[in-house]
Nanobody
Framework: QVQLVESGGGLVQAGGSLRLSCAAS????????MAWFRRAPGKEREFVGA????????SYADSVKGRFTISRDNAKNTVYLQMNSLKPEDMAVYYC????????????????WGQGTQVTVSS
């Protein structure tokens, strides 16, 4: 069982930056692909981005490409989501998720989830 804990959310002005962290309980996190999803009020959960188990491959939603970057530090069992040039439409609860090996963009292909962290972007 992998436990995931997100942190780093908060309130930021449009155009600002935040870095989210996802700490995993499992030492074998280096065999897991890690993803970020988000859910805005009244909307479906959507894929934001993901990184494969080696860190050598990433995938991003078109809406965040060029602004968000996912990275991982397997020695710290942690994955990061660097969010730059934030927009009001980025406001959501952000969730970290894990699955073995390779990236998928569908939430139902991930086995483990964190509780989420709120990101609020003021205009």
């Amino acid at each position: 069982q992998v436990q995931l804990v997100e942190s780093g959310g908060g309130l930021v002005q449009a155009g600002g930056s935040l870095r989210l962290s996802c700490a995993a309980s499992e030492r074998a996190i280096n065999t897991y692909a890690m993803a970020w999803f988000r859910r805005a009020p009244g909307k479906e959960r959507e894929f934001v981005g993901a990184i494969n188990w080696t860190g050598g491959s990433t995938s991003y939603a078109d809406s965040v490409k060029g602004r968000f970057t996912i990275s991982r530090d397997n020695a710290k069992n942690t994955v990061y989501l660097q969010m730059n040039s934030l927009k009001p439409e980025d406001m959501a609860v952000y969730y970290c998720a894990a699955r073995r090996w390779d990236v998928r963009t569908s939430h139902d292909e991930y086995d483990y989830w964190g509780q989420g962290t709120q990101v609020t972007v003021s205009s």
